[in-house]
């Protein structure tokens, strides 16, 4: 069931996503050569909790994993999502996807970046950008009387038009009340199918894109999702609510 939110839910989602935006530029702004990811973990975590609020990911469970340890996930070059912060040092030349959820007030802010750290390599950014507009691209269509459908379809064929490959076993979904909620976004998908969207639904959109093939696995520790060619992949996401019939970003600072 696809939760519909009052104008007052989503100003608390609204609050709770302007922290994830602020807590992203913070950790961006900290991102470079030499830093580790348990790093910028910290300062991720001081940051949310200096606000009220609380790492929505921390102590995350789900079938089969530990719960998660960290405050962001931390996905660097070949890992997709989910990454665990640590010791692992940021060298030139990377990319670290950092994803970010945050409750507070009893509801829950979502959203994600991919950082290039020093000079990274030419196709990598050229990934990077084209990931980061096919989320604007598939916001675009989140809009009153549009499906889900017509957000997957968009962010697909604008994708593939330029090469890269569509993560297929992960989606975006709704977000909210609860961190995940109906209904599933995929990256993929028909244009004019599944639910119809109306005001007041609120979606956490994020296209997650290799530069090689689509194919992931999980990593040894039940979280780091990484491509199986070991090739660069990228993770944009904001959270959105639809009101007066269109998408609004929440997730900005």
């Not at 020093?118 to 691209?137: F, N, P």
């Not at 297929?168 to 709704?174: A, F, N, Q, S, Y």
Request: net charge negative; aromatic share 8%; glycine share 8%.
């Amino acid at each position: 069931m696809i939760l519909i939110k009052s104008k007052k839910e989503i100003d608390y989602i609204r609050e709770s996503s302007k922290i994830v935006a602020e807590t992203l530029q913070l950790v961006k702004s900290y991102a470079e050569v030499g830093k580790s990811t348990l790093e910028l973990d910290k300062i991720a975590e001081d940051y949310i909790r200096s606000n009220n609020a609380v790492p929505a990911f921390k102590g995350y469970s789900q079938a089969g994993s530990i719960d998660f340890p960290g405050t962001i996930c931390s996905s660097l070059n070949e890992e997709v999502v989910h990454g665990i912060p640590g010791n692992r040092i940021l060298q030139n030349g990377d990319i670290l996807s950092v994803d970010v959820g945050v409750l507070k007030n009893g509801y829950f802010g979502d959203a994600a970046i991919s950082i290039a750290v020093g000079d990274v390599d030419k196709e990598v950014l050229r990934l990077m950008e084209v990931t980061e507009k096919s989320l604007y691209i598939g916001i675009e269509q989140a809009k009153v009387n549009n499906r889900i459908g017509d957000i997957s379809f968009a962010i697909q064929e604008y994708i593939e038009s330029n090469g890269f490959s569509i993560v297929k076993d992960l989606c975006g979904h709704g977000v909210g009340k609860y961190l995940h909620e109906d209904p599933q976004i995929p990256n993929f998908g028909k244009a004019n199918s599944g639910a119809k969207i109306k005001n007041g639904m609120t979606f956490a959109i994020e296209p997650m894109i290799n530069m090689g093939n689509y194919e992931v696995q999980v990593a040894n520790d039940g979280w780091t999702v990484v491509t199986k060619d070991r090739k660069p992949s990228a993770h944009y996401e904001h959270t959105i609510a639809i009101i007066n019939n269109v998408a609004e970003i929440l997730s900005v600072s």
